[in-house]
């Protein structure tokens, strides 16, 4: 029994450090655009042969460059 007089106002300040720290993230705007991180990182470029690119020299290069137009 003596534990809980430590334990639920210990809670307590926990609950209201948490809440502090959320209401000050969202009024910061760290919660306004979740969709847009996700979908960058499926619209970067990661091809590494340009110069097989640009030339069409490599038969990869021509199927590539076909595969555009």
Do not use: N
């Given at each position: 029994?003596?534990?809980?007089?430590?334990?639920?106002?210990?809670?307590?300040?926990?609950?209201?450090?948490?809440?502090?720290?959320?209401?000050?993230?969202?009024?910061?705007?760290?919660?306004?655009?979740?969709?847009?991180?996700?979908?960058?990182?499926?619209?970067?470029?990661?091809?590494t042969?340009?110069t097989?690119?640009?030339t069409?020299?490599?038969?990869?290069?021509?199927?590539?460059?076909?595969?555009?137009?």
């Amino acid at each position: 029994m003596e534990s809980l007089y430590l334990l639920i106002p210990l809670s307590v300040l926990i609950i209201i450090g948490v809440s502090i720290v959320f209401l000050r993230m969202v009024s910061k705007g760290q919660f306004d655009d979740l969709d847009s991180p996700a979908q960058s990182i499926l619209l970067d470029d990661d091809r590494t042969d340009r110069t097989a690119d640009s030339t069409g020299s490599t038969e990869a290069g021509e199927q590539r460059s076909s595969a555009r137009t």
